[in-house]
């Protein structure tokens, strides 16, 4: 799973935030579907590019996640190339779009599960519980310094 940073939090959260606004979402299409909307942040191309790019190479995402190879050139391939760079891996990819990381599926509330992979309103369940989850990581691994010890008034 992805190193948990605010910057990755923000692209979970910003697609959410549009999942939840109504965008355009079609799950077989694949710039509008899961990760297509997380390239979408990530990358700046339209839903139109993102889905004209991927017609390079036969298959879904998680087709051209297993394809994928980072000196191939393809459009696809830059596309992903750019999603891993911003520390996104190959396999948190692949889950998004199932929604099916386990670890994810912990953090999301129990009212929700079952979540449906095809839903704009799971998908954003799903982005949200995976950016509290990072959000959790993130503070597990911070130090604050002993304010008290410094800071104690001596009578």
């Known amino acids: 799973m992805a190193t948990a940073t605010i910057k990755l939090m923000e692209a979970l959260l910003e697609t959410a935030n549009q999942l939840e606004k109504g965008v355009n979402y079609q799950w077989g299409h694949m710039g509008s579907c899961n990760c297509g909307h997380l390239a979408q942040v990530i990358t700046g191309l339209t839903k139109e590019r993102i889905h004209q790019e991927s017609m390079h190479r036969s298959g879904d995402w998680k087709d051209q996640l297993r394809d994928y190879c980072p000196q191939s050139g393809l459009p696809m391939d830059v596309i992903i190339d750019k999603m891993t760079e911003a ?9 998004l779009e199932r929604l099916s990381d386990g670890k994810v599926l912990n953090n999301v ?37 002993d304010f008290t010890s410094k800071y104690l008034v001596k009578a």
């Open 87 to 95: 520390g996104f891996t190959t396999n948190d990819l692949i889950h």
């Open 109 to 145: 509330p129990q009212k929700n599960i079952p979540l449906n992979h095809n839903s704009s309103k799971d998908a954003a369940i799903y982005l949200r519980s995976w950016a509290k989850l990072m959000e959790e990581e993130i503070l597990e691994e911070m130090t604050l310094p």
